[in-house]
């Protein structure tokens, strides 16, 4: 048994040592370039592995990369939405450090038109279309901004309803009720300038009854008793 263990010992011994000098000869040296697309614009975090070393880096912004490697090794290059490259080392180089500027083109995958409908078939997008759709809540809601101005500016005398009018009494509500929020309501019994608007429109027949403003007013003529003059004697 010792010596059947020191045979092997004499075969494996050789084998080892042959492989520990082949791993200290081995020479490595510096991969480095610049990757870029067919723009020849730099490209940013570029996988770049060493498949014989098992190891990756990837590119800066401007494109630059470095990876240590062996003679004879294979680079791969990969990036989101671009072609794979694999380049091979050449197995006689002797340097340091080895240039490699790759060029990566895109992948691109031609697909048939489609067509995207919120409908399963033909004959409920015929359904939906020929039968009328109720309103939205937002539409709605406009029209019954629209109508409640409307309304305002039609029971105010001599006002036209025109989209400007409109939109400044819109803008008139909106600023009361911002001043207003959170606050007791507006009285206009205590406001001086609504009691000056009052008493202008009094003095102008702003309230006056409109249905006989067409009658003609009754214009009442003084009587004048003319004096007779006395006859100078």
Do not use: H
Not at 171 to 194: D, H, K, V
């Amino acid at each position: 048994m010792k010596r059947f263990l020191q045979i092997v010992f004499f075969l494996v011994l050789p084998l080892c040592l042959l492989k520990g000098q082949t791993r200290e000869t081995e020479r490595f040296f510096q991969v480095s370039g610049i990757i870029s697309d067919e723009e020849n614009n730099p490209m940013a975090n570029v996988g770049v592995v060493s498949l014989k070393l098992k190891r990756g880096t990837i590119s800066e912004k401007t494109g630059i990369y470095s990876i240590t490697s062996t003679p004879g090794d294979t680079i791969f290059f990969r990036a989101l939405g671009f072609k794979r490259k694999l380049v091979i080392l050449p197995n006689d180089f002797m340097g340091r450090n080895y240039n490699l500027d790759v060029k990566l083109s895109l992948d691109t995958i031609p697909i048939d038109n489609v067509v995207v409908i919120p409908w399963k078939s033909y004959s409920e997008f015929i359904r939906d279309m020929s039968t009328p759709s109720p309103l939205g809540p937002e539409i709605e809601n406009m029209n019954r901004n629209i109508a409640s101005i409307e309304e305002a500016m039609s029971t105010t005398v001599d006002v036209k309803i025109t989209p400007e009018a409109g939109y400044r009494y819109a803008m008139q509500q909106n600023f009361r009720n911002n001043i207003t929020r959170g606050q007791y309501p507006i009285n206009n019994l205590l406001n001086p300038f609504a009691w000056a608007k009052f008493v202008n429109g009094l003095q102008n027949g702003l309230f006056k009854n409109q249905d006989n403003s067409d009658r003609p007013s009754k214009v009442k003529v003084k009587k004048t008793r003319k004096k007779k003059k006395s006859e100078q004697k």
